[in-house]
């Protein structure tokens, strides 16, 4: 069974603070995404990662694949109140038809 | 921008009782996917459809549960007979292609409670 496990599950952060959130497997993903949900709403698409070692720029939000396509991390520079939010990593399954998410991290950034 | 429309956005059904989820995805899409999410759980797979048939489903989806593209438009979920346990949040998704840069869109979901 492929897992996808996040780190830390929760995080409260300053604003202007930089944060790192980790998504980590033993197992290989043919691409990873990160997603953002907030409440009683659907997940919503920030970024795909296919190759490994990418990284990918969103503004604020550095994405990377790491080099064996098995973790992603999510770094935000100089946090705003904005981006608190849910934040799921999930994989497409090498060979699959199905998206994995791992569980999350719940992040709030103080004002 | 295009999006996924599920319908309705909240359910209340009595146990035993049949419940249709409905979907609208993005029309050019070609694959659908059904997800869960009970509250304060990870998102989980359900189903995916492709082709007008199930590609993949997890354990989840029992005998239960089955899936449905009738006109060409719509992608429904029907669980036959719900439990108390199939309270939570239902998500439609589709995409494009299936390995895709672009990852999946969701629609906003419908809350099922099972009472």
């Known amino acids: 069974t492929q897992l996808l496990e996040q780190s830390p599950q929760f995080l409260s952060i300053q604003e202007g603070e930089n944060l790192t959130v980790y998504c980590n497997s033993s197992?290989?993903?043919?691409?990873l995404q990160w997603y953002r949900q907030e409440p009683g709403e659907g997940p919503v698409l920030l970024v795909t990662?296919?190759?490994?070692?990418e990284v990918k720029k969103l503004k604020r939000l550095t994405f990377q694949f790491g080099d064996a396509r098995k973790d992603s991390s999510l770094h935000i520079t100089a946090a705003q109140p904005g981006d608190t939010g849910l934040y799921l990593c999930a994989g497409d399954a090498t060979g699959g038809f199905k998206t994995i998410f791992g569980a999350g991290t719940r992040l709030f950034v103080k004002a | 921008e295009p999006e996924v429309t599920q319908t309705p956005s909240h359910q209340v059904t009595q146990m035993g009782q049949e419940v249709i989820l409905r979907c609208v995805p993005i029309s050019n899409h070609l694959y659908f996917y059904w997800y869960r999410q009970i509250l304060g759980q990870k998102v989980e797979f359900l189903v995916s459809f492709y082709n007008n048939e199930i590609s993949e489903k997890s354990e989840i989806f029992d005998d239960q549960f089955s899936v449905e593209r009738p006109d060409g438009s719509n992608f429904t979920l029907k669980i036959r007979s719900t439990k108390l346990e199939d309270s939570a949040m239902y998500f439609c998704?589709?995409?494009?292609?299936?390995?895709?840069?672009?990852?999946?869109?969701f629609g906003s979901g419908t809350r099922l409670t099972v009472v």
């Open positions: 998704a589709s995409g494009l292609i299936r390995e895709t840069s672009y990852g999946y869109t």
């Open positions: 990662v296919v190759t490994g070692g």
């Open positions: 197992s290989v993903f043919s691409s």
